[in-house]
């Protein structure tokens, strides 16, 4: 198959290595979410082992770092999917010459950074 006039195979796979780098930035994000939610489910697990260890049970309040962590990789997780599913449908595109661009994963990862930053301010004016 000849590739269409006015182009060659240099900038075809130009096209190709930069969705592939943006595929790569997204797993990047994901993992990143995911291990920031692990070390908040342990970093509540050591504050509730250390809390029972000094005997302070009624002076360390019960949280929801646990819950807020396993949130955090399973959105991490779910970011690694739709990073996926974009990729492929992207490379489909490049190859069929008809690329159009989706705002959907941008569009997702804002809204979720947005509402956990209004949750966390929500969070921590009560704690104040």
């Not at 302070?56 to 019960?62: D, E, K, L, N, R």
């Not at 449908?89 to 190859?95: D, G, P, S």
């Not at 994963?105 to 929500?122: D, Q, S, Y």
């Amino acid at each position: 198959m000849k590739p269409p006039k006015g182009t060659n195979m240099f900038d075809k796979s130009r096209e190709h290595l930069a969705n592939e780098r943006t595929f790569l930035a997204w797993i990047r994000t994901s993992i990143a979410l995911m291990g920031f939610g692990f070390v908040i489910v342990k970093f509540a697990l050591f504050l509730r082992q250390f809390s029972e260890l000094m005997d302070v049970q009624g002076q360390i309040s019960q949280t929801h770092s646990s819950t807020v962590g396993v949130v955090m990789a399973a959105i991490g997780v779910l970011l690694a999917l739709v990073a996926f599913i974009q990729y492929r449908r992207h490379e489909a595109q490049l190859n069929n010459n008809s690329f159009y661009p989706s705002t959907v994963l941008l569009f997702f990862t804002t809204l979720v950074l947005i509402g956990g930053g209004v949750l966390l301010i929500f969070y921590l004016l009560s704690t104040i």
